[in-house]
Protein backbone atom coordinates (compact mmCIF):
# COMPACT_ATOMS: atom_id res chain seq x y z
CA UNK A 1 0.00 0.00 0.00
CA UNK A 2 1.00 3.18 -1.06
CA UNK A 3 1.70 6.14 1.80
CA UNK A 4 2.82 9.25 2.42
CA UNK A 5 2.96 10.69 5.89
CA UNK A 6 4.23 13.86 6.27
CA UNK A 7 5.06 15.57 9.74
CA UNK A 8 7.40 18.75 10.87
CA UNK A 9 4.84 21.91 10.17
CA UNK A 10 4.28 24.58 12.31
CA UNK A 11 4.41 28.15 13.27
CA UNK A 12 7.24 30.16 13.35
CA UNK A 13 8.41 33.96 12.86
CA UNK A 14 10.19 35.23 9.58
CA UNK A 15 13.74 34.53 9.40
CA UNK A 16 13.55 31.11 11.45
CA UNK A 17 13.46 27.43 10.49
CA UNK A 18 11.50 24.31 9.80
CA UNK A 19 12.32 20.67 8.75
CA UNK A 20 9.35 18.81 7.34
CA UNK A 21 9.76 15.09 7.08
CA UNK A 22 8.14 12.47 4.65
CA UNK A 23 7.83 9.10 5.67
CA UNK A 24 7.24 6.55 2.67
CA UNK A 25 5.95 2.86 2.36
CA UNK A 26 5.33 0.43 -0.45
CA UNK A 27 8.02 0.90 -3.24
CA UNK A 28 11.18 2.68 -3.44
CA UNK A 29 10.05 6.03 -5.65
CA UNK A 30 12.91 7.03 -8.22
CA UNK A 31 11.53 10.87 -7.70
CA UNK A 32 10.32 12.64 -4.37
CA UNK A 33 9.47 15.90 -3.57
CA UNK A 34 7.93 18.83 -2.46
CA UNK A 35 4.94 21.20 -3.15
CA UNK A 36 3.26 23.90 -1.83
CA UNK A 37 -0.02 25.78 -2.49
CA UNK A 38 -1.32 28.42 -0.45
CA UNK A 39 -5.03 29.59 -0.08
CA UNK A 40 -6.52 30.92 -3.87
CA UNK A 41 -3.27 29.93 -5.10
CA UNK A 42 -1.91 26.83 -7.92
CA UNK A 43 0.12 23.99 -6.28
CA UNK A 44 3.51 24.84 -6.85
CA UNK A 45 6.86 22.79 -6.82
CA UNK A 46 9.53 23.70 -4.10
CA UNK A 47 12.01 21.02 -4.65
CA UNK A 48 13.04 17.40 -5.79
CA UNK A 49 15.21 15.09 -5.48
CA UNK A 50 16.13 11.74 -7.35
CA UNK A 51 17.26 8.40 -5.67
CA UNK A 52 19.82 8.11 -7.96
CA UNK A 53 22.63 10.44 -7.77
CA UNK A 54 20.70 12.47 -5.31
CA UNK A 55 20.87 15.04 -7.91
CA UNK A 56 18.15 17.97 -6.62
CA UNK A 57 16.04 20.46 -8.44
CA UNK A 58 14.94 23.71 -6.67
CA UNK A 59 12.18 26.43 -7.20
CA UNK A 60 13.80 30.01 -7.84
CA UNK A 61 11.70 31.16 -4.99
CA UNK A 62 13.29 28.62 -2.00
CA UNK A 63 16.50 28.35 -4.02
CA UNK A 64 19.80 28.98 -0.88
CA UNK A 65 17.07 28.89 1.45
CA UNK A 66 15.55 25.64 1.45
CA UNK A 67 17.59 22.11 1.31
CA UNK A 68 15.90 18.85 -0.07
CA UNK A 69 17.42 15.58 1.34
CA UNK A 70 16.38 11.94 1.76
CA UNK A 71 17.43 8.78 3.68
CA UNK A 72 17.08 6.31 1.03
CA UNK A 73 17.88 3.32 3.78
CA UNK A 74 14.84 4.53 5.79
CA UNK A 75 12.59 5.74 2.62
CA UNK A 76 12.47 9.47 3.68
CA UNK A 77 12.09 12.50 2.54
CA UNK A 78 13.36 16.06 4.29
CA UNK A 79 13.21 19.79 3.77
CA UNK A 80 15.04 21.98 5.92
CA UNK A 81 13.70 25.34 5.72
CA UNK A 82 15.78 28.53 6.86
CA UNK A 83 15.08 32.34 6.26
CA UNK A 84 11.42 31.87 6.41
CA UNK A 85 9.40 34.67 4.70
CA UNK A 86 5.83 34.93 5.21
CA UNK A 87 5.16 34.22 1.41
CA UNK A 88 6.27 30.72 2.14
CA UNK A 89 3.06 30.11 4.21
CA UNK A 90 1.35 27.26 2.87
CA UNK A 91 0.07 23.20 3.12
CA UNK A 92 3.36 21.73 1.82
CA UNK A 93 2.40 18.20 0.53
CA UNK A 94 4.93 14.88 -0.06
CA UNK A 95 4.90 13.56 -3.53
CA UNK A 96 6.61 10.52 -5.14
CA UNK A 97 6.95 9.15 -8.11
CA UNK A 98 8.17 5.19 -9.21
CA UNK A 99 9.55 7.34 -12.71
CA UNK A 100 12.74 9.45 -12.84
CA UNK A 101 10.71 12.51 -13.88
CA UNK A 102 12.32 15.44 -16.45
CA UNK A 103 10.21 18.00 -14.97
CA UNK A 104 10.02 17.07 -11.32
CA UNK A 105 8.27 20.56 -9.80
CA UNK A 106 5.12 20.05 -11.95
CA UNK A 107 2.74 18.39 -10.64
CA UNK A 108 1.11 16.33 -13.26
CA UNK A 109 1.06 12.64 -12.86
CA UNK A 110 2.75 11.98 -9.62
CA UNK A 111 2.03 8.40 -8.12
CA UNK A 112 1.31 9.56 -4.48
CA UNK A 113 0.91 12.53 -2.55
CA UNK A 114 0.93 12.80 1.14
CA UNK A 115 -2.08 14.44 3.19
CA UNK A 116 -0.22 17.92 3.69
CA UNK A 117 1.38 19.45 6.80
CA UNK A 118 0.67 23.51 7.38
CA UNK A 119 3.66 25.76 7.82
CA UNK A 120 2.91 29.26 9.30
CA UNK A 121 5.57 32.13 8.78
CA UNK A 122 4.60 35.40 10.59
CA UNK A 123 6.28 38.37 10.15
Known amino acids: QVQLVESGGGSVQAGGSLRLSCAAS??????MAWFRQAPGKEREGVAAIYSRGGSTVYADSVKDRFIISRDNADNTLYLQMNSLKPDDTAMYYC??????????????????WGQGTQVTVSS
Open 95 to 112: AADLRDRPSPLSALGYNA
Open 26 to 31: GYTYKT
